[in-house]
């Protein structure tokens, strides 16, 4: 039997009892339409993700007072960390753009009778593009404002729209500790990091923070810039070195800080995505097989309803292939049809999820060459059963069926 022969008996059937077909599709229709959405949703969160991890700086080291042992657990002073430990960093290290001494600590803000408590975080003119801030308005402190303890301020947008709501903020007096500070920038908004909002912090130059706002020596973070060409491992091994023989610990003492690698927290990051998307993926595949079972139920129906007419078929000569290619067909078509169908409601349903939901969602095209791909599978796996079960029936039994 010809193939378009095939097809145009296959649509004959299919289209012989619409209602009967529809339902067959349904299950891929929804299995197909879930994958498509939930990869979405899983590549949306994976963007997302790694959009927040490298808004706060590329290239970047981040060395904190106390040791890590396995399971997060840490040990040492928390007070470890010095200026001139930073300032060594800096001078000794080879590899190394830019370093960055921070203090931070919750202080109240006050502008009038405007009061918000948030995170003052004192640092260099440096901080600004280790960690990728952008200035929206005005401009930062300077190397001299710095020298002289100055009292400058760079707040964040969150923090300029409560303190002063749709008021310039720059060249206003702001309070932090009954201490008068200038705001001299405003920085873009970054977004909410979940454990850090960067938007609502207040940043002065390191000195002032140290001595008049914070009454604090030493430092709670060194943020270290490496060169683009750097060897990572070797600018953490040479740290390490250099603060393990500033502290003067032995050999069978732990590190009294710890570095972070921003590279190793977006692998991290990007791994616990990945493993959510395969997750998301794989429970909503399980409708796809459901489909697949629907339609097998269907096909082997229609076998029997069409019992007699194979009989005939194969009285006039059709051989077994041309009965298995038909009801194979059949089934690869409607889970074609139903794939393709899934597809337009999937990606509808993925963007109604970011226009409706705070989530975002990203299609890719591979995730649609996958829902095509399975579909057709699913066809073929669960179709073949029943073709194969009517290209071997015999013709004189099923002529005589009734």
Same mark, same amino acid.
């Given at each position: 039997?010809?193939?378009?022969?095939?097809?145009?008996?296959?649509?004959? *059937?299919?289209?012989?009892?619409?209602?009967?077909?529809?339902?067959?599709?349904?299950?891929?229709?929804?299995?197909?339409?879930?994958?498509?959405?939930?990869?979405?949703?899983?590549?949306? &969160?994976?963007? %997302?993700?790694?959009?927040?991890?490298?808004?706060?700086?590329?290239?970047?080291?981040?060395?904190?007072?106390?040791?890590?042992?396995? #399971?997060?657990?840490?040990?040492?002073?928390?007070?470890?960390?010095?200026?001139?430990? &930073? !300032?060594?960093?800096?001078?000794?290290?080879?590899?190394?753009?830019?370093?960055?001494?921070?203090?931070? $600590?919750?202080? *109240?803000?006050?502008?009038?009778?405007?009061?918000?408590?948030?995170?003052? =975080?004192?640092?260099?003119?440096?901080?600004?593009?280790?960690?990728?801030?952008?200035?929206?308005?005005?401009?930062?402190?300077?190397?001299?404002?710095?020298?002289? *303890? *100055?009292?400058?301020?760079?707040?964040?947008?969150?923090?300029?729209?409560?303190?002063?709501?749709?008021?310039?903020?720059?060249?206003?007096?702001?309070?932090?500790?009954?201490?008068?500070?200038?705001?001299?920038?405003?920085?873009? @908004?970054? #977004?909410?990091?979940?454990?850090?909002?960067?938007?609502?912090?207040?940043?002065?130059?390191?000195?002032?923070?140290?001595?008049?706002?914070?009454? %604090?020596?030493?430092?709670?973070?060194?943020?270290?810039?490496?060169?683009?060409?750097?060897?990572?491992?070797?600018?953490? =091994?040479?740290?390490? !070195?250099?603060?393990?023989?500033?502290?003067?610990?032995?050999?069978?003492?732990?590190?009294?800080?710890?570095?972070?690698? !921003?590279?190793?927290?977006?692998?991290?990051?990007? =791994?616990?995505?990945?493993?959510?998307?395969?997750?998301?993926?794989?429970? &909503?595949?399980?409708?796809?097989?459901?489909?697949?079972?629907?339609?097998?139920?269907?096909?082997?129906?229609?076998?029997?309803?069409?019992?007699?007419?194979? $009989?005939?078929?194969? @009285?006039?000569?059709?051989?077994?292939?041309?009965?298995?290619?038909?009801?194979?067909?059949?089934?690869?078509?409607?889970?074609?049809?139903?794939?393709?169908?899934?597809?337009?409601?999937?990606?509808?349903?993925?963007?109604?999820?970011?226009?409706?939901?705070?989530? %975002?969602?990203?299609?890719?095209?591979?995730?649609?060459?996958?829902?095509?791909?399975?579909?057709?599978?699913? #066809?073929?796996?669960?179709?073949?059963?029943?073709?194969?079960?009517?290209?071997?029936?015999?013709?004189?039994?099923?002529?005589?069926?009734?």
């Amino acid at each position: 039997m010809l193939f378009w022969t095939i097809i145009k008996v296959a649509l004959k *059937s299919l289209t012989a009892n619409k209602l009967r077909s529809f339902l067959a599709m349904l299950g891929i229709i929804i299995g197909v339409a879930a994958v498509i959405s939930m990869l979405a949703l899983g590549s949306g &969160a994976k963007k %997302q993700v790694l959009e927040r991890v490298t808004s706060m700086g590329t290239n970047l080291l981040m060395i904190r007072p106390g040791g890590e042992r396995r #399971g997060g657990v840490h040990t040492g002073s928390m007070e470890s960390l010095t200026l001139t430990d &930073a !300032q060594a960093i800096l001078k000794t290290v080879e590899g190394l753009e830019a370093l960055a001494p921070v203090v931070m $600590g919750r202080a *109240s803000v006050k502008y009038y009778n405007e009061n918000l408590t948030t995170t003052i =975080t004192g640092t260099s003119l440096t901080y600004l593009t280790i960690r990728n801030f952008e200035l929206d308005q005005g401009r930062s402190f300077t190397w001299i404002e710095e020298e002289r *303890s *100055s009292h400058v301020a760079i707040i964040g947008s969150n923090a300029a729209e409560l303190l002063f709501g749709k008021k310039n903020p720059l060249n206003e007096r702001i309070r932090i500790k009954n201490v008068n500070f200038l705001v001299i920038g405003v920085l873009k @908004a970054k #977004g909410d990091q979940g454990w850090f909002n960067p938007d609502e912090m207040v940043i002065i130059p390191f000195m002032t923070a140290m001595k008049q706002i914070l009454g %604090q020596v030493h430092l709670n973070e060194i943020d270290v810039q490496t060169e683009p060409k750097a060897d990572l491992n070797k600018v953490v =091994t040479d740290i390490t !070195q250099l603060l393990r023989k500033r502290h003067h610990l032995g050999n069978d003492v732990d590190d009294d800080f710890s570095i972070r690698n !921003q590279a190793e927290i977006l692998e991290m990051a990007s =791994t616990f995505v990945r493993t959510f998307t395969i997750l998301l993926g794989g429970i &909503a595949s399980i409708s796809l097989i459901v489909g697949g079972i629907g339609i097998m139920n269907i096909m082997l129906v229609t076998v029997t309803e069409r019992t007699r007419e194979i $009989g005939v078929r194969k @009285a006039i000569g059709a051989k077994d292939r041309d009965i298995l290619g038909q009801f194979l067909l059949e089934s690869i078509l409607i889970s074609a049809l139903g794939g393709i169908i899934g597809i337009a409601l999937g990606i509808l349903v993925a963007e109604m999820i970011g226009k409706i939901t705070e989530y %975002q969602t990203v299609i890719e095209i591979s995730s649609i060459i996958l829902a095509i791909t399975v579909s057709a599978s699913v #066809g073929i796996f669960f179709g073949y059963y029943p073709a194969r079960r009517a290209a071997r029936l015999d013709p004189i039994e099923a002529l005589r069926y009734e």
